[in-house]
């Protein structure tokens, strides 16, 4: 059953593809029901692959592909560093651990208060800009040298504060 508050905004994405191919709005309908839950249960997907007429599997290997769809509940702030190649050889690993070190969590984690999960991620697709992040799915932060990460963190910690 498709909770009333996400159904009509479903509808209006599927509508946008021929009933035939409704499928096609899958990525839309996991970030729907990511807005509304926070995350996307195993539970979302079986309801979306009945709403879709997809096979539960399929997905799930779509909700697993990409790093965008959480899988679990994630902290306030969702950090994405990039460790592909490119990313590693001008100091992406560096950038990650240093995170790890600053937060006080490893990847994956989530910091005890909430506010934040640090996540490895592919390729960003600005290897010249490295290393570089992506701030809840968002923001790409560029050149993210240590002082520029302690910023960063620093100052959303500092506007946590003021709320």
């Not at 009933?19 to 709005?25: G, P, R, Y």
């Not at 007429?53 to 997905?59: E, L, Q, S």
């Not at 902290?75 to 460790?83: D, I, P, R, S």
């Not at 697709?125 to 570089?132: I, K, L, N, Q, Y």
């Amino acid at each position: 059953m498709i909770p009333e508050s996400i159904q009509a905004r479903l509808d209006r994405e599927v509508a946008k593809y021929p009933a035939d191919q409704k499928q096609s709005a899958v990525m839309a309908c996991l970030q729907i029901v990511q807005q509304a839950q926070g995350f996307v249960s195993g539970e979302s997907e079986k309801m979306l692959a009945d709403y879709l007429g997809m096979a539960p599997m399929a997905v799930h290997e779509v909700t697993t592909f990409y790093n965008m769809y959480n899988q679990r509940p994630v902290g306030k702030y969702k950090l994405n560093v990039c460790t592909n190649l490119p990313c590693q050889l001008r100091d992406g690993y560096k950038a990650l651990h240093h995170l790890e070190h600053k937060l006080g969590i490893a990847m994956g984690e989530t910091t005890a208060d909430g506010l934040f999960t640090l996540q490895q991620s592919e390729c960003l697709g600005a290897c010249a800009d490295s290393p570089v992040m992506l701030v809840n799915d968002i923001s790409m932060c560029s050149f993210m040298s240590n002082e520029k990460l302690d910023q960063l963190i620093d100052g959303l910690k500092s506007a946590e504060a003021k709320v």
